[in-house]
């Protein structure tokens, strides 16, 4: 057969046809990835409720918008410790992040590190008032400011407790002088300063062997996480202070979030904020719960001495101070839910 317009056009299609029925061309492979394929990524072990519902939620997201939507939780500081993660969603290497407003988030934003005052907010139901109400959507106000996007349902962490490998904590006389390790940010050194210990910012993924190895001889955090993170292997005491609530918000790079339709946002948000509720509850009844768990995996429990603290606190002027660091618009939001702390 003699080269010509005929023969060359059939050969064409012919081509065209088994390299649509083949695989590895991009136009094949669209039809089962999704267009917006993104991480989520968190420090907490995957069995903590943080994770499974985020995981449930992907799962929603997913149906709902027939499989456009993957979001891929990446648990346990798979993609690496806080300030690492946070650099890669403000780069757009991660699309996806959970953090407390008083850990890494507060280095860029530093008034997020409100919801971590020491002894403020009574209980869960003053606190996601709060968070619900004026105050979080404050604060989500400056998270915006800074060129982020933050989901309106804020996660939660709990309140915190102390466990160390020396002794009990049942009055601030106890912390005295004590190596604690304590999450990045400031809001924690001039707490645990303030109390007369000794607190070292190390990163969640290094607590496990830092408090093994006795670099530091204690830390604290909600009971669900000293669980799930299998700190009672580690350490002996736990000292039942509810010194601070924390909460996470789930952040998301601003350019791959304006990627998605507002009405694939919608969904992606719908259900993110749906699961954070659901979380709240699960994390609420773990920490109600665990403690004969963990008493039956070595833990001592003690109770701890609440006003004690609060006293050492205010005489060594932390919520005077506080409130100058934080400005009175969002003291007087703070003090709306928690009531006159300062
Ligand atoms: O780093 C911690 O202790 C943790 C897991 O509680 C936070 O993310 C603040």
Redesign the pocket.
Known sequence: MGFNRRNFLITGTGAAVVAAAGVGGPWVRRANAAEFAYKVGT??PANHPLNVRIQEASEAIKKETDGRVDLRVFPNNQLGG?PDMFSQLRAGALEFYT??G??TLSTLVPKASISGVGFAYKDYDQVFAAFDGDLGAHIRGLIGKANLVVQDKIWN?GF?QITTSTKPIKTPADLQGMKI???GGRLWISLFKALSAAPASI??NE?YSSLQTKVVDG????LA?VDA?KLYEVQKYCSMTNHMW?G?WLLGNKTAWEKMPPTVRDIVSKHLNAGALKQRQDVIQLNASLQKTLEGRGLAFNAADANAFRQTLKSANFYTEQKQYFGDEEWSLMEKYTGKLA
């Not at 830390?219 to 909600?222: P, S, V, Y």
């Open positions: 420090n907490l806080d953090v407390s008083a850990n962490n915190r390790r304590v999450p990163s969640f607590v830390q604290e955090n909600a996480v993170a924390d996470y």
